[in-house]
């Protein structure tokens, strides 16, 4: 019954997204009024239906109820219900599920509580957002139904990739997500505002809270998943600039890009077509990624031709929204005035110019993603990884740092030079002093990695620089947000120049009582232990890391045996162990037995890495989140009705 | 860097250890550093440019696959019977294509790869300059 209530939501919320799309046009075209009021409680109910569609999707995963064919495949009755919950989203379907639930949501909140926009510019959005809902309605429905009954339920179920059985990734894909579909907002504003010729000011703070919003999430995920490859991978790596990485950082950059855009738009009223724009192409590469994930693109481009029909009705769905929406531009961007003008040496320059290196950015990451596809399918097979990012990326990303720098401190319209420097030069003697320090100290150090650090050191200063002399309980929580964004990518910055230019390594082969120096630690291998976990087996090893000031630290990594379900192989994962110092962290792991010439089997691989300022990257973009978040709340609009109510209160309350 | 891998390198060096996924062990350098601290860090930084052949989008300085442990054995012994970095990745190219290295070499196939990004930058570049040499003049107008 579940299964077949969920199906059967589905269609409805489908039908009602066809509504708001009729009678939105039906408005906009003119006449028909009273069809407007269709429109915002209709997108609520799509909402509301979609996500109780969801909602019937965990429970089938919790029922473990095998004759549903989504469930079968991906869920087994052993798995701890955390897993059996997570598993929901762990696959296309389910995951496309969401994806569209998150779409269906953010619909119902702007009916809900979008106050600011013109209405017939609220009806456009809404028709905009429900167009992109029914498009991927279909998708899920015709080719990704989640709720698939299968013929004979099979007695259990094939079980989930155990690698993705680790809690940060049980809820590393719907903060994903929520960053990615959230852009369908800005979307979905910038098309109706297009429709409606109303760009300026009132709209782009209209949006600007979306955008902060999905980037937040953004910023959280990607962070996220980071800390995740770092530590269940098992080799220490924290990125990889791999396609399914790079599809999630494209949308990123789009909403870093658009959200410092957005607010040229909002504060001086320029840059509108621009930022309706970079509104445009932030959603469209989220489904970009969407489809180079799902459509199997990724692997190998015959992995697309064997079952080419989810890859063709995506990539049909996808000429058709951003086909459409950039029609919509080119029809309508002769009377999208840029709007006011500035000089090169202002708030809004300096803006441009970040605009500017963050689409390149964009740009080349997509190109690098793209390339080897398209390479392969004209008969040529290449691999484009960290070299060609590091060389291509790195220096734009440093000089983007610069720019930042100098941003926060210029003021709108016009600027001085001189008046710039004179705001300078703290920044720049610490920068000064971290080049020194690593020249005269850091021994062989790379010149990427060098100039990272010395770049750090100068944002780290700089962007405290915009608190200076103001008194900070009355600064605003927009500039606090800025501030700690700032500084979150001075310390991000650092921890990747330190990681990369200091890392230590050490693999062996090692029986127990060996002792280990890595870094600044001893470590001694006392021993392995069988241990038996809710769904796996597991060899856990004990080490004692020693630092040379004395103090000691039991660490124990893991090597993890998950037994094939239902006739699939068994799955081995490393769980690696962290010990977490002011200084960086330790890295262990580990491997497989390693046998000697006389047979016995008393040694074991293990794999030790120092990583100086490691926690940094992640502590950055914590920060980098965390100051958006302020932002966010300085510029919500809940703050602003809760304001404007007591205004009002205390007027009543003084009126005759 | 100050690797000191002197006493336990040579713990393992020789020996077979046992894989429990594959038939045959993995051969020696593919879990043990070099013994010398500089022909070590050449061959790290070359195993991280070298994709792992049967792995999703991973290097073979960092993957668990047999394949990939046979590959850092290879690339290790090279480096430490003298071979540099660079004869290494042509042998290997020659192998098994570019395919295998993940810094794609330049040439008519990858010449957009690597010049895009300057495209990219100087077509924005000229987009964005024409906006401040027209604005630089005026001062608040407002052209909606």
């Known amino acids: 019954m579940i299964a077949e209530l969920g199906l059967a939501l589905l269609w409805i919320a489908a039908a009602l997204a066809c509504l708001s799309l009729v009678a939105g046009t039906l408005y906009l075209r003119g006449g028909q009024k009273d069809l407007a009021a269709l429109v915002r409680p209709a997108s609520v109910a799509q909402g509301v239906l979609t996500a109780t569609a969801f909602c019937l999707l965990i429970a089938l995963f919790v029922r473990s109820d095998m004759s549903v064919e989504l469930v079968a495949r991906n869920s087994n009755s052993l798995k701890p219900m955390i897993f059996k919950i997570a598993g929901t989203w762990g696959n296309h379907e389910g995951s496309m599920l969401l994806w569209l639930t998150i779409l269906s949501l953010s619909g119902a909140l702007i009916a809900l509580f979008e106050k600011r926009l013109r209405e017939d510019t609220l009806i456009a959005t809404l028709s905009a957002q429900a167009a992109l809902g029914l498009g991927f309605f279909a998708f899920l429905i015709f080719s990704s139904n989640p709720f698939n009954r299968l013929p004979v339920a099979p007695p259990d179920g094939q079980g989930l990739n155990p690698l993705l059985q680790d809690i940060g990734l049980a809820f590393h894909p719907p903060t994903l997500y929520v960053g990615y579909v959230g852009l369908s907002v800005a979307f979905s504003f910038a098309v109706g505002a297009l429709i409606t010729r109303e760009i300026g000011p009132a709209f782009a703070r209209a949006m600007r809270p979306w955008v902060l919003f999905s980037w937040i999430f953004l910023t959280i995920g990607i962070t996220a998943g980071s800390y995740w490859a770092y530590y269940e991978l098992g080799w220490g790596g924290w990125w990889f600039w791999d396609p399914v990485e790079n599809v999630s950082l494209i949308p990123w950059l789009a909403g870093a890009a658009l959200l410092h855009s957005v607010a040229v738009t909002a504060t001086r009223n320029a840059l509108r077509a621009w930022t309706v724009m970079l509104a445009v192409i932030g959603f469209s590469m989220s489904m970009v990624g969407t489809f180079i994930v799902r459509s199997g693109l990724l692997t190998s481009v015959h992995s697309f031709a064997v079952d080419p029909e989810r890859g063709t009705f995506l990539l049909v769905l996808m000429a058709i929204y951003i086909g459409g929406a950039l029609t919509l531009f080119a029809l309508r961007a002769g009377s999208v005035a840029e709007g006011k003008k500035f000089a090169l040496l202002s708030r809004e320059g300096a803006l441009v110019i970040n605009n500017l290196l963050l689409t390149t950015i964009l740009a080349l990451v997509l190109l690098g993603t793209l390339y080897p596809i398209v390479a392969e399918a004209m008969g040529e097979k290449i691999s484009v990884g960290p070299p060609y990012y590091n060389r291509v990326a790195g220096p734009l990303a440093l000089i983007l740092c610069l720019v930042m720098v100098a941003g926060p401190l210029l003021g709108w319209r016009k600027d001085d030079g001189k008046k710039l420097w004179s705001r300078l030069p703290l920044a720049i003697f610490a920068g000064a002093a971290v080049l020194f320090a690593l020249i005269l100290f850091g021994g062989k150090v790379g010149i990427l990695p060098l100039l990272g650090m010395t770049v750090a050191g100068v944002v780290a200063v700089a962007s405290l620089a915009p608190l200076w002399g103001r008194n900070l309980r009355r600064t605003p929580l927009p500039t606090w947000g800025m501030v700690i964004a700032h500084f979150g990518v001075a310390v991000c910055l650092a921890g990747m120049g330190a990681e990369s230019a200091f890392i230590k390594e050490r693999l062996v082969a090692a029986a127990p009582g060996d002792v280990i120096k890595v870094g600044d630690f001893a470590v001694k291998f006392v021993g392995v232990k069988p241990v038996a976990g809710p769904n796996f087996t597991s060899i856990e090893g004990t080490l004692v890391a020693t630092t040379s000031g004395g103090q000691s630290f039991t660490m124990r990594p893991e090597a993890r045996t998950f037994p094939g379900l239902m006739g699939t192989a068994p799955t081995e994962t490393n769980e690696a162990a962290l010990l977490t110092r002011p200084g960086g962290q330790l890295y262990a792991v580990l491997g497989q037995p390693v046998t000697s010439n006389d047979g016995t089997a008393d040694r074991y691989q293990i794999r030790l890495w120092w990583k100086p300022l490691v926690w940094w990257i992640w502590l950055g973009g914590g920060l980098i989140a965390l100051g958006a978040a302020l932002s966010l709340l300085g510029r919500a609009q809940l703050l602003g009705i809760w304001r404007s109510r007591r205004r009002r209160k205390s007027e009543e309350r003084f009126a005759p | ?144």
């Not at chain 2, 970095?85 to 190219?93: F, G, R, Y």
């Open chain 2, 1 to 144: 860097m100050r690797l000191m891998l002197v006493l336990l390198g040579l713990l393992g060096a020789f020996t077979a250890p046992l894989a429990a996924q594959d038939r045959l062990p993995p051969a020696p350098y593919a879990y043990e550093q070099l013994r010398d601290p500089a022909k070590e860090a050449r061959a790290k930084a070359l195993m991280e440019e070298l994709r792992c052949l049967v792995c999703q989008g991973q290097s073979i300085a960092d993957s668990d696959a047999p394949l990939a442990g046979d590959m850092r054995h290879e690339v290790r012994s090279k480096i430490a019977a003298g071979e540099s970095p660079d004869e290494i990745k042509a042998w290997l190219v020659a192998r098994y294509g570019n395919w295998v290295s993940y810094d794609p070499p330049f040439d008519r196939a990858t010449a957009f790869l690597w010049l895009g990004p300057l495209l990219f930058l100087l077509l924005g570049g000229w987009l964005a300059f024409g906006r401040f040499r027209r604005g630089a003049s005026d001062d608040a107008e407002d052209s909606a």
